[in-house]
């Protein structure tokens, strides 16, 4: 009769180790580790930590500034800021589900501290699409099964798939899981207009086509614009996984995460068309014209070709920096031909991108009417960073100029009066 007690006895001393052993990371230094690796790149943030006697959980009293509170004692506060743009409702949104998730981490015993950090983003992600908990663990699941589906290839080739989830859809069928497991999942699904619909439990039901988008300048790589009007409507969230290997991640009509180099990006739109680029409201530029320009860098920033695009403030003051036979109305410039207008509003997405993928700069004044394109700049030597870099540099003196890296993140840098400084970073 000693065995069974004895087994007992053990269990209980197992029991009390695991209550009582250490949770969470040692202290608020560490956690602020945490919050700055996931979210200054997420949200292109400059993160500080700042102590208050008081803390609001979530106030906005500057749009530039969102602030959490972080475990163990829940007195340190994080306060993340950036000059522009200001946080939308969509980022401030994400910030409170990763303020909750990152509680929940607190809980997470010590020794698993290490690789569960990797999934407080994921959860924060899946919590700021989801009506309740419940659903908000499908769509964890949902982004963590494609997340390793990204790697695979089928005959040699990564694979690509379209993925929409319908959380208002209560239907069964078999689990994304099993049905990514099938020898011909990779074939489904991956066509630009053809996506699979999964329901509220992670069930996949079918293969759906997805229709046309109108809007020509609809905020989503021109291959994802399908996918992304698919999200349009209330309690929709859509992934696609890209043969590049990236993973996007569509909400209210638009891009708004991708997952490249195994690091979240946001990209905060919305934000950036309602934010002025320039100082006074005389110079600021027409919706219409940053929509267009906003649309034809995700496109450049999806296909990877690098790009560098200027805004001129004064047309005839940025002449300056640019050979006289790269303007788009000198004499002889055979591109103004083939593209047929002096307006970059009037061309079609994929005309845009071939003009930015071209070497050198692309420049137009603040009405969208094309100065310039594939300009090799005149720049000042001994500029830190690559040929693009020191081109959007010496642009920004003049307006605005735009970086776009051949690995996609997207950098707008200003001028204010001799100095330079960044307006906006996203993807």
């Not at 694979?159 to 497991?181: E, K, P």
């Not at 014209?289 to 695009?309: E, F, M, P, Q, T």
Request: hydrophobic share 40%; with cysteine; proline share 4%.
């Amino acid at each position: 009769m000693s065995q069974p007690l004895q087994d007992v006895e053990t269990i209980q001393k197992r029991i009390a180790a695991l209550t009582h052993q250490e949770v969470g990371l040692a202290n608020s230094d560490e956690y602020f580790s945490l919050v700055r690796d996931d979210l200054e790149d997420v949200l292109g943030s400059r993160a500080q930590m700042k102590q208050r006697r008081q803390f609001v959980p979530y106030q906005r009293p500057d749009p530039r500034t969102v602030s959490i509170r972080v475990p163990p004692d829940g007195r340190r506060v994080i306060e993340l800021s950036r000059r522009a743009p200001v946080y939308s409702s969509n980022e401030a949104n994400l910030v409170r589900a990763y303020a909750r998730a990152l509680q929940r981490f607190g809980d997470v015993p010590r020794e698993f501290t290490t690789t569960a950090s990797e999934d407080v983003l994921t959860r924060a992600i899946a919590v700021r699409t989801s009506p309740n908990l419940i659903t908000a663990k499908i769509v964890e699941t949902a982004i963590q099964t494609m997340v390793r589906h990204s790697s695979r290839t089928y005959e040699g080739v990564r694979v690509a798939i379209n993925v929409c989830m319908d959380l208002s859809l209560t239907d069964t069928g078999i689990s994304l899981t099993s049905f990514l497991r099938e020898p011909w999942a990779p074939l489904l699904g991956s066509g630009l207009n053809s996506a699979i619909l999964v329901s509220a439990d992670g069930s996949v039901l079918r293969v759906i086509s997805l229709d046309d988008v109108h809007d020509e300048e609809a905020l989503a790589p021109e291959p994802f614009m399908r996918v992304a009007g698919w999200t349009s409507q209330p309690a929709r969230i859509a992934m696609s996984i890209s043969r590049s290997g990236e993973m996007y991640v569509f909400l209210g009509g638009e891009l708004w995460l991708v997952r490249r180099n195994s690091h979240w990006r946001a990209f905060p739109l919305s934000s950036l068309l309602d934010a002025g680029w320039f100082g006074t409201s005389k110079q600021q530029i027409k919706r219409p014209v940053k929509r267009a320009v906003l649309a034809s860098l995700i496109d450049a920033s999806a296909a990877h070709h690098g790009a560098c695009l200027g805004i001129a403030l004064e047309p005839t003051s940025v002449k300056a920096v640019i050979e006289s036979q790269d303007g788009w109305t000198a004499a002889g410039n055979l591109r103004r031909g083939m593209f047929g207008t002096d307006s970059f509003l009037i061309l079609s997405r994929r005309h845009r991108l071939e003009l930015l993928s071209m070497d050198g700069a692309t420049v137009l004044d603040r009405y969208g009417y094309i100065l310039a394109s594939g300009a090799i700049l005149r720049v000042r030597g001994g500029q830190p960073g690559g040929g693009r870099s020191a081109a959007a540099r010496t642009l920004a003196k003049y307006g605005i100029g735009i970086k776009v890296s051949q690995d996609g993140p997207i950098t707008g840098l200003v001028g204010s009066g001799s100095h330079v400084i960044q307006h906006f970073a996203m993807g």
